[in-house]
């Protein structure tokens, strides 16, 4: 149930629901796609990338001098969590053939396929394995496999999504290895949406041309999660997962080649060394930054780790410029604010309409296209509905999914949507969901090639932390298929490497070379990072603790 | 849009966290009020949006002797609530390989037979956040039906409350999830798309179109874009 004061804007999306219903059945467009000047408006006026303060230029590194959001610049402008000089560089602690550092799916993949080319492999992750954004996608994975669809309209389709910046050997990557990821997901047993013929149920996402989105009801990435984790546990012998682990620096040698990772044990509080002839970053994104102070749809421990380790090692960045604000991210109720509503809901017919009840857009544009119309919309065109406490969203008129659908098409493809209101006694077959853009998408990070090698010898990335892929904008269910195509990629190449090296002395050289950055640049802070964690409690608690000043965890 | 602990103006309540009394706002969910009292949660803690199952939690209210489950992040306080979280539960999983495993009712009989224990006691549906009827598919993998079990098992997050509570010792999560698995691999129909287009790709049919769109201009390609048919919803 929504609060009195809505309820006029409720009865007015109510009263135009008719009218919108009847275009969506008669096939034609609901509302017309926007050209190529009019997406370049409304970027550049709304999309908050490009507000004034966003970003800043790098002064260390290998970016140093180019323009990045400033959040990011800030993480890197700081100190190691550790001096390289108290640290024992004798002890190893774990050796291994190839280290994977993150947890999620692109982590996972990596360590399946580094296995099944002859390596030993360590996964060291934050918090559990699976605790990850992977888990978190609802609406799907692209995939290129209707007879009327192919490799090339998704390529297409990702490279115009990413404003023609994507580089085109990943983009093939991505494209050409979609089929083949859905079918070996598929004999790892995930459950993917069926018609009665076996084939695939595919819909139609923002920015696409055809219907190639792949689903698991609402629950995509928790369906492949839940198995890569079940698969991954299942080879103890060749694969061993040090959980609450997190990486905070890169370990090299003597020669310049990356040589494993200092890993922190968030419970012991020590310091732990992985000597690996290989190693993988797989740490995803950087929602838990709160970029410009949104919320976000990330999970916890999704603070751009693997970025700033990778790129004290001397990695370069790409696209580190371009965040994604998910268009429907939940305003209403607070409790749920800036949860992510899937593109699933837009999918499957759900309109985003102001608060006079008026469609204002083509519903599947783009995301960053689609994020700034909605901006518009409560800002500049002040339609937006606002809440008791401030916030402005729009309706997301999901109630037209049962009339288009049937009904029942919501409790049957989109449970956790239907799960997530009905706690806060919200029926959205029956009412609209409040919504506004929500921090998503780490839309660039590690540059890597088309076998997820970086420019370090024995470095590799895949998936979120990566950048490249999807340009300066991705598509929905382009991450999810981002994150198999490329983990198992780099768990390939990792391995078949880790057969070759010769690894020399170890060092962490690479840091003081940092820190000597940071003093000739003449940056002076007290940050610290990686951060690891976000920091929830209240200033007066913080004080307490004399932690204040802190950018997430530091003991 | 900042992610904000509660305002301080909300009415507060008091809540027993392990055992210790604190002040937090009204309206919180368990997690906001285990952050807002100080804690920085490492176990305990994932992603703060009901489909990790990091967050299982145990509770009371005064008022009652029963022992209530559910998600941090999904629970809303009420006052007097005394809680504590699972950080960890050392649950049996069967190491398997899934290419060897038959989708019948003896691999359960074999590598999960604590399964044939289950006591119908419903425990296990009780005590789910997702409102999963848990009893009801592990009673129809009882009765050999992998279909079904996959079926009301989909929505699992896995955080293991059922586990916890289970006087059988069945491990239901690690039960459904291989349930699952042999229904998608073996038991779902298999559609002819996705295995001729796997056909073309080893073909090299898409190789050409896409070096061509490797190397085309970009404003050339941008037409190309621009121009491209939409297919309906």
């Known amino acids: 149930m929504y609060p009195e004061y809505m309820q006029e804007s ?5 009263k135009t629901r008719p009218e919108r219903l009847k275009k969506s059945l008669s096939g034609e467009k609901v509302f017309t796609p926007m050209t190529d000047a009019e997406r370049g408006e409304v970027l550049t006026k709304f999309h908050p990338d490009y507000k004034a303060d966003a970003r800043r230029k790098i002064r260390i590194g290998p970016n140093r001098g180019e323009n990045i959001t400033l959040e990011v610049a800030d993480l890197l402008e700081s100190h190691s969590r550790i001096n390289p000089d108290d ?7 774990y050796d291994t053939d190839v280290l994977v550092i993150g947890g999620g799916g692109g982590g996972a993949g990596a360590a399946l396929l580094a296995r099944e080319n002859g390596a030993k492999v360590i996964i060291a992750t934050k918090l559990r394995i699976g605790d990850a954004n992977s888990m978190m996608s609802q609406g799907g994975i692209q995939a290129s496999v209707n007879p009327n669809d192919s490799p090339a309209i998704h390529y297409l389709d990702a490279l115009g999504g990413g404003h023609f910046d994507n580089k085109p050997d990943l983009v093939r990557a991505l494209v050409m290895d979609a089929p083949l990821v859905i079918k070996w997901l598929e004999e790892l047993g995930v459950m993917f949406d069926k018609d009665s013929n076996g084939n695939m149920v595919t819909m139609l996402g923002g920015g696409c041309s055809r219907k190639r989105m792949h689903s698991a009801r609402d629950y995509t990435g928790a369906a492949i999660m839940r198995v890569l984790r079940d698969e991954v546990k299942n080879h103890p012998e060749d694969i061993q997962v040090i959980e609450f682990s997190p990486a ?20 012991t509080e020590e310091y732990i060394m992985v000597r690996a002839k290989s190693t993988i970053i797989a740490t995803g994104g950087f929602g838990r930054l709160h970029i410009k102070e949104f919320a976000t749809t990330n ?3 999704a603070t751009a780790d693997g970025l700033v380790l990778g790129y004290r090692a001397g990695a370069n960045l790409l696209y580190m410029d371009s965040v994604q604000y998910h268009p429907t991210g939940a305003v209403y109720p607070e409790q749920i604010l800036g949860f992510l509503i899937t593109e699933k809901v837009r999918t499957m017919g759900a309109q985003p309409v102001n608060k006079f009840g008026e469609l204002f857009v083509f519903p599947l544009e783009p995301r960053d296209v689609e994020s700034s119309s909605f901006i518009r919309e409560c800002t500049e065109r002040g339609k937006g509905i606002i809440t008791h406490t401030g916030r402005v969203g729009i309706w997301l008129d999901s109630p037209l999914i049962e009339l288009i659908n049937g009904e029942g098409a919501i409790q049957k493809q989109l449970p956790a949507m239907y799960r997530q209101y009905n706690r806060f006694d919200i029926d959205i077959t029956k009412e609209p969901m409040l919504v506004f853009p929500t921090l998503h998408y780490q839309n660039g990070g590690l540059e890597i090639n088309d076998q997820c090698e970086t ?7 895949a998936g979120e932390v990566s950048g490249g892929v999807h340009g300066r904008n991705r598509l929905m269910g382009n991450s999810v298929l981002d994150y198999n195509v490329f983990g198992r990629r780099a768990g390939i190449a990792a391995a078949l490497n880790a057969k070759e090296v010769k690894l020399g002395k170890l060092t962490l050289k690479h840091i003081k070379r940092y820190e000597r950055e940071l003093q000739e640049a003449d940056i002076h802070t007290d940050k610290i990072s990686p951060m690891l964690l976000p920091n929830y409690t209240t200033p007066e608690v913080r004080a307490r603790q004399l932690t204040a000043h802190y950018e997430g965890t530091l003991r | 849009m900042e992610e904000k602990t509660p305002s301080p103006k909300a009415k507060m309540i008091s809540l027993y966290i392990m055992g210790k009394k604190y002040e937090v706002p009204e309206g919180s969910t368990i997690m906001g009020a285990l952050e807002y009292a100080g804690y920085q949660l490492k176990r305990g803690c994932g992603c703060r949006e009901g489909f990790c199952g990091a967050c299982a939690t145990v509770y ?4 009652d002797y029963k022992i209530k489950t559910g998600l941090a992040c999904q629970t809303v306080v009420e006052p007097n609530m005394y809680l504590a979280q699972i950080p960890f539960f050392p649950a049996n999983k069967a190491l398997y390989d899934l290419d060897e495993l038959e989708p019948s009712i003896s691999t359960f009989q074999e590598i999960y037979p604590e399964l044939f224990r289950c006591v119908s006691c419903n425990t296990c549906t009780k005590a789910c956040p997702q409102d999963l009827e848990v009893m009801d598919y592990i009673q129809a993998l009882i009765r050999g039906d992998i279909a079904q079990a996959a079926d009301l098992s989909f929505d699992c997050i896995m955080c293991g409350l059922c586990a916890a509570r289970c006087p059988a010792e069945i491990v239901q999560y690690n039960v459904a999830v291989l349930a699952r698995r042999l229904y998608g691999k073996y038991l779902s129909k298999k559609g002819e798309y996705l295995e ?3 056909k073309e790709i080893k073909e090299h049919k898409y190789d050409k179109e896409i070096e061509e769109f490797m190397h085309m201009d970009r404003e050339s390609f941008k037409k190309k874009y621009y121009a491209r048919d939409i297919e309906k919803m």
């Open chain 1, 455 to 461: 420019k370090i010898p024995n470095l590799y990335a």
């Open chain 1, 248 to 267: 905070i620096e890169l370990l090299m040698d003597e020669g310049g080649q990356v040589a494993g990772a200092i890993l922190y044990n968030l419970e």
């Open chain 1, 87 to 93: 640290f024992d560089l004798s002890r190893v602690d």
């Open chain 2, 196 to 198: 001729s287009r796997l």
């Open chain 1, 10 to 14: 409720l009865k007015l999306v109510e």
């Open chain 1, 299 to 301: 999970h916890y421990g």
């Open chain 2, 60 to 63: 009371r209210t005064t008022d």
